[in-house]
């Protein structure tokens, strides 16, 4: 009988090891730009070919390594930095498994080119999928280029797992955006199919915050500083006024490291409660210093999860940080969060006491109750005017003085059956639920999920033909974006534009917004299409497939009207018959239920 048991060969364990480590261009460009500043270097260029997947090339003005420490870097467990397990806890560089790079070559074609200083040759090795191919003499520039070819070329099941280029994209500078931010001494720039895409010279964190992502950054960031004996918090917070409806620049750093950390983010969530609407999100870029000893590194395999050893009394250390950073700011506005420009910082005087900041926030906005809709457009039966007309939009009605036609033209809703009178009787409960006589008996809307569908459809019929009526701003709006969010609107360009937003990539990370939806109030446009980013990421995360369909369900929640809207009867029964039109009017977009009925039968059991 023969053995069935034998070592796995190196370049299996290697793939194996591989898919931890690198899932995506965007993680090999990661280990590659850490790898660079391990070994010291102050210019790095990044050049990447159809998102990373045809080439990711890393040049660097470091270390260099030897002939032979060249070849080393491409054995597993092949590390210069740690040499004994004690090391590990007192880690400071990026790189401490010996495995990225060996990794990376067992997925791709790898070509390295290396220089240490001071020596007049350099080496240059080209390996493919674990193997060897050769190793010669070569005259480069001092420092390191490693040049990753063709990822995933012998992993057809990962490669096609990959998303399209422009999403790869934006993983890749997101993760190059972790990097650069903490180390602003360093000089990055970075090309994407020849062209320069980001270029960030040496500078301070609040000048690199302003080159990664954008201009008018500077005013929008005040300095968060704190320190104990254990801990050292420093860095910048978005001013209030400025929190987004997109998570964008949310960084949290761990001795120069990107970190996540969903429970230190609540207590900056927190510090900022009160402050900023239900549904935005502060920036941050918040960098700690703590013993090396109090936290557990080595947690998670692409080493962006930590543990804190106590992490409540971090929790109430940073949250206190965050506050006394507004506190020295004075930021005690009576915030207005439509009005943004109407906020100013004045500094306090000696003497002065901090009064804790009162907020005004609508608590019935909602995207629709809005302005009448322009007379003249009335007329139109555009996609987007049936979208933002009285029928569709119940929060209209309130200001309009207009009959409001007791069904929608498509069809009777069959449910919403009327009293006596012709009228259906509706109650809203909670401000939330809307219930109202069916002939079955007794039938409850869920208000929010039932826009939502609603909208969806709407926006659905969009795509599939029906014309929006676009309509050119007055004066273009400004969409200041992260670079990760500006390679996401450009994923999506075409598709706002098919529903009639009109924009254009005016560099730095800024969209110029010169035509939206005819119906869409001006005033409305940025935070629309901020929400319906922020929606649009959530869904990415879901298992759902197509692009268009992903952004017609964002949208449509970022401009559904929320729970807690009180609406007046004749609302109600709009959104019923609506609701009523749709071609799935009982699902919400989640799965689950937009509406409930409880029948005769029920009730009378009930009752028993
Ligand atoms: N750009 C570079 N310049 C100089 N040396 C490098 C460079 N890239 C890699 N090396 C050398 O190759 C070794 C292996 O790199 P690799 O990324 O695989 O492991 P690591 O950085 O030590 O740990 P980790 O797997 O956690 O990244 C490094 O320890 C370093 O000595
Ligand atoms: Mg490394």
């Not at 907020?359 to 139109?380: C, E, G, H, R, W």
């Not at 007055?474 to 974006?481: I, S």
Request: net charge negative; hydrophobic share 40%; aromatic share 8%.
């Amino acid at each position: 009988m023969s053995d069935i048991i034998h070592l796995l060969p190196d370049s299996v364990a290697n793939q194996i090891a591989a898919g931890e480590v690198i899932q995506r261009p965007g993680s090999a460009l990661k280990e590659l730009i850490e790898n660079s500043m391990d070994a010291g270097a102050d210019d790095i260029q990044i050049i990447l070919k159809e998102a990373g997947r045809a080439l990711i090339r890393v040049v660097d003005n470091g270390s260099g390594m030897s002939e032979a420490d060249a070849r080393m870097a491409f054995e597993r467990h092949a590390t210069s930095k740690i040499a004994t397990a004690q090391d590990l806890f007192a880690l400071r560089s990026f790189g401490f498994r010996g495995e990225a790079l060996a990794s990376i070559a067992a997925i791709a074609q790898v070509e390295v080119l290396s220089k240490m200083s001071g020596n007049d040759i350099g080496t240059k090795i080209l390996i493919e999928g674990s193997k060897f191919i050769e190793q010669s003499p070569a005259s480069c520039p001092e420092g390191t280029s490693i040049a990753v070819k063709n990822l995933f070329f012998n992993v057809p099941a990962r490669r096609n797992f990959l998303k399209s280029n422009n999403v790869e994209l934006r993983h890749c500078i997101e993760e190059f955006q972790r990097v650069a931010l903490t180390n602003p001494t360093v000089a990055f720039t970075l090309y994407h199919n020849d062209k320069p895409v980001i270029q960030l010279k040496k500078g301070n964190l609040k000048q690199r915050i302003v080159n990664l992502f954008g201009g008018n950054f500077d005013e929008k960031i005040v300095p968060v500083n704190a320190e104990t004996t254990r801990i050292k918090i420093s860095g910048f917070i978005g001013k209030p006024q400025y929190a987004k409806r997109t998570k964008g620049e949310q960084f949290f750093f761990v001795n120069g490291r990107f970190i996540r950390h969903p429970y230190l983010n609540h207590a900056v969530q927190n510090a900022f409660e009160d402050l900023i609407p239900e549904g935005s999100f502060p920036s941050y870029f918040i960098y700690f210093e703590v013993d090396p000893a109090d936290i557990d590194v080595n947690i998670h395999p692409t080493k962006t999860e930590i543990n804190f050893l106590d992490a409540r009394l971090i929790y109430s250390f940073l949250r206190s940080a965050v506050k006394q950073a507004f506190g020295k700011f004075s930021i005690t506005p009576t915030l207005d969060f439509n009005a943004e420009q109407s906020f100013t910082v004045s500094p306090l005087r000696p003497g002065d006491s901090v009064i804790p900041p009162t907020v005004k926030i609508d608590p019935s906005y909602s995207p629709f109750n809005t302005s009448a809709p322009d007379k003249d457009q009335k007329n139109k039966t555009t996609g987007w005017e049936q979208l933002f007309s009285p029928d569709r939009f119940p929060g209209v009605q309130q200001e309009l003085d207009v009959q409001i036609p007791l069904t929608d033209n498509k069809e009777e809703p069959i449910a919403v059956s009327g009293e006596e009178n012709g009228c259906a009787t509706f109650i809203q409960i909670y401000n939330r639920y809307i219930v109202t006589p069916v002939k079955s008996g007794m039938m409850m809307i869920d208000q929010r999920k039932a826009h939502q569908r609603i909208l969806y459809e709407s926006l659905m019929e969009i795509f599939s033909g029906s014309k929006p009526g676009s309509q050119q701003l007055l004066f273009p709006e400004t969409l200041h974006l992260s670079a990760a969010d500006t390679a996401l609107v450009t994923e999506l360009q075409n598709d706002l534009q098919l529903l009639g937003f009109d924009m254009v990539n005016a560099g730095n990370n800024c969209f110029m917004v010169n035509g939206a939806p005819a119906d869409l109030p001006q005033e409305m446009v940025i935070q629309t299409l901020e929400k319906t980013l922020e929606e649009f990421k959530n869904e990415s995360g879901k298992t759902t497939t197509q692009r268009q369909i992903k952004l017609a369900r964002a949208m449509a929640k970022s401009m559904a009207i929320r729970d807690k809207k009180k609406l007046a009867p004749e609302e109600m029964q709009t959104l019923a018959n609506s609701l009523f039109a749709c071609s799935a009017p009982e699902n919400d977009l989640d799965g689950g239920k937009t509406l409930q009925i409880i029948t005769v039968q029920q009730l009378a059991e009930m009752f028993k």
